[in-house]
């Protein structure tokens, strides 16, 4: 994806040098996989079984596990425990990081040396 942010980095680099820095952690990494899968069932059963609007709380369902995680396993002082705070780089490139990383893990492509 050579789409760049006003650092002017792509977001593969974004990915492997800043985001990954920032969720080392294994309970980190598994509230952000919870919170993925949790939204992805909560569309899901928003769109066949449970009424439409049970979609209002996928922000929540989707973001909370995650912030969780930076809370009590990867704090950082420098960006806060609420990472969408952040204004170094696109919010996009966090939402779409955090399942590129779900997706690595759960296909055993996730490595800590990279």
């Known amino acids: 994806m050579a789409t760049t942010a006003g650092s002017g980095i792509t977001f593969g680099t974004f990915y492997r040098t800043v985001y990954r820095e920032d969720h080392r952690h294994p309970a980190n990494l598994a509230l952000h996989i919870l919170g993925v899968v949790l939204g992805a069932g909560l569309i899901a059963a928003s769109l066949t079984v449970w009424p439409l609007w049970a979609l209002l709380g996928f922000p929540v369902v989707h ?26 780089h696109p ?3 966090f939402i779409l990081a955090n399942h590129r990383m779900a997706a690595e893990v759960l296909t055993g492509r996730w490595s800590k040396g990279v």
């Open 91 to 93: 919010l996009w490139w």
């Open 63 to 88: 973001a909370l596990p995650g912030l969780v995680g930076h809370r009590f396993f990867d704090r950082n002082a420098a960006v806060g425990d609420i990472r969408v705070t952040r204004g170094d």
